[in-house]
């Protein structure tokens, strides 16, 4: 029978005259090189005797420091796009529970988050196909809850059978076959544990794939303005993310959105140094779709050969 890491039985079997035991949440990991994060995730999970860490071969400890918990099991998968990788955890793995709770390696689950999955999770009377919740971004010390535009709602309670990712170059989101509901605790993100070269370095590859999917966009012509005003707040949040790519300006746009309008400089000097990095962010972002769209190699290569051909 397993057993967490301080020996407490990770599946009791149901008491006499209790009914059934209870329903358990199977969890999955998304890793590539995050020793210095997943030791701390993964002992936010000693309630559950399933837990999948799908890793993209990481170069360092991160499958080492996984392997040591003993209801966890490693899938290695060498990463090609995200929502191939995601649909692969979410399909080409098989769980022990019908509910699948999705974490990033940065990310922490209270006892209080864990009360309610395990509370939907055992209702049978629970219609939805999968659940969304939020999140609280720290930075310096601190909840930066304005500069990071809070409350941004993210589906993580999933049942796997009626869920799969878009079709998308970077942040993708979950496509759900049947309703979803809203659970009240959070859970805490630590986007910059990894310290800020690793920060920028992933955002360096995201605003990569994000011009890749800003120029499509764009060819794609603008969208509906009445999505910005359907019901779910993923949907609206897609829908402002694909109209600010006909944004001039979008870098100080995003600045002033999120210092000014929605309150960033509350939080202080963290919440400066937020709004700077996610602005600088867009303005990568920026910037590389005018690479895609208007070819500036081969502009530059055209006339750096028209002033070589000129007399000096």
């Not at 991160?62 to 209801?71: G, L, R």
């Not at 805490?188 to 011009?211: D, Q």
């Not at 303005?283 to 500036?296: D, G």
């Amino acid at each position: 029978m397993p057993e967490s890491s301080n020996g407490e039985n990770l599946n009791p079997p149901a008491a006499p005259g209790r009914g059934p035991a209870r329903q358990i949440v199977s969890v999955l990991v998304c890793t590539k090189d995050e020793e210095v994060n997943i030791e701390g995730c993964l002992r936010c999970f000693d309630f559950t005797d399933d837990v999948v860490v799908l890793d993209s071969i990481s170069s360092d400890r991160t499958v080492e420091i996984a392997e040591s918990f003993p209801n966890v099991r490693v899938v290695r998968r060498p990463f090609d796009t995200e929502w191939k990788q995601r649909n692969f955890g979410l399909h080409g793995v098989e769980f022990k529970h019908d509910w699948v709770y999705i974490c990033d390696a940065d990310e922490r689950v209270g006892k209080d988050l864990v009360d309610e999955i395990l509370a939907v999770a055992n209702d049978p009377a629970c219609p939805h196909a999968a659940f969304r919740l939020r999140y609280r971004n720290m930075y310096l010390g601190h909840w930066i809850k304005h500069a990071s535009t809070y409350p941004v709602w993210i589906i993580r309670l999933v049942r796997p059978k009626l869920v799969g990712y878009e079709v998308r170059e970077t942040n993708v989101h979950p496509v759900v076959q049947g309703t979803i509901g809203e659970l009240h605790e959070h859970f805490t993100h630590y986007s910059f544990n990894s310290g800020l070269v690793r920060w920028f370095h992933k955002h360096n590859f995201y605003s990569t794939r994000e011009a890749m999917e800003g120029a499509k966009m764009r060819t794609a012509g603008l969208p509906s303005w009445r999505s910005l005003r359907e019901g779910d707040p993923m949907v609206r949040r897609r829908a402002a993310k694909n109209m600010s790519y006909f944004l001039p300006a979008r870098a100080l746009w995003r600045f002033l959105y999120a210092y000014v309008l929605r309150l960033g400089f509350l939080d202080g000097r963290a919440g400066f140094h937020y709004c700077a990095m996610t602005s600088m962010y867009e303005y990568w972002i920026e910037l590389k779709v005018r690479e895609i769209e208007h070819a500036w190699t081969a502009r530059t290569e055209k006339t750096v050969r028209r002033l070589l051909a000129e007399p000096a």
